[in-house]
Every structure is written in structure tokens, then in C-alpha cells.
């Protein structure tokens, strides 16, 4: 399953949705997708763009858990968040999320 992130090449995620959610660290995520941008600062502290060959975009994200939202006291640092969003137009782009995951869980 081919695709590019955000660290590769602008791409477009406008419109795209809460799919489905993953249990796994920050790290793990990064080593599959690269560096993540820091999200819009507020409701996530991390992103990751994802864009598949034939166009299925994806993104994973944090969801008002983090720093952003929570604050210092009671928000989890990005580094120690494991609950994870899916988010993309339909189902299919958590589908490949998780199955890149899980097709790579045995290295992480």
C-alpha cells in the first residue's frame, strides 16, 4: 500500500472526518509516517497527513486530550498520548490506516 504524507507533499485533508480511532504511541506513529505537524493547537497537538496512490486521504490526529485543550495540569504530552482519531472522507481510509498498523506492529 503505497502512499505519501504531509512530509512528502502538500495534501489536501479540507472536509475530511472522525472514521474510527487506534490505540497506539506517538513514537510507533511516528517511525510509520514521519514527523507530525502540530495539529491547529487547540483541539489536537499532533497530525499526520496521509494520501494514498489512487487519492484516499487520511489523517490521524489527537482529540482534546493534549496540552492544547487540557492545558499543562491535565492534558496528556503529545509524546505519551496512545488513543489516536482516523480521520477521512469514508471508512476506507481507516481501514488502510489500521491495516498499515497492524501490518507493522510487529517491529514497533
Given at each position: 500500500m503505497n502512499f505519501k ?104
Amino acid at each position: 500500500m503505497n502512499f505519501k504524507t504531509h512530509n512528502d507533499k502538500a495534501i489536501n485533508a479540507v472536509g475530511t472526518s472522525y472514521q474510527g480511532r487506534v490505540i497506539i504511541n506517538y513514537f510507533a506513529l511516528k517511525r510509520l509516517f514521519g514527523k507530525p505537524h502540530d495539529g491547529d493547537q487547540y483541539k489536537a497537538d499532533a497530525e499526520w497527513e496521509i494520501e494514498f496512490e489512487d487519492g484516499v486521504v487520511a489523517t490521524i490526529y489527537n482529540y482534546k486530550n493534549g496540552i492544547s485543550y487540557l492545558g499543562r495540569t491535565h492534558g496528556i504530552p503529545k509524546s505519551r498520548i496512545v488513543e489516536w482519531h482516523v480521520g477521512g472522507h469514508t471508512r476506507e481510509a481507516f481501514e488502510r490506516v489500521n491495516a498499515i498498523i497492524a501490518a507493522n506492529m510487529g517491529g514497533l
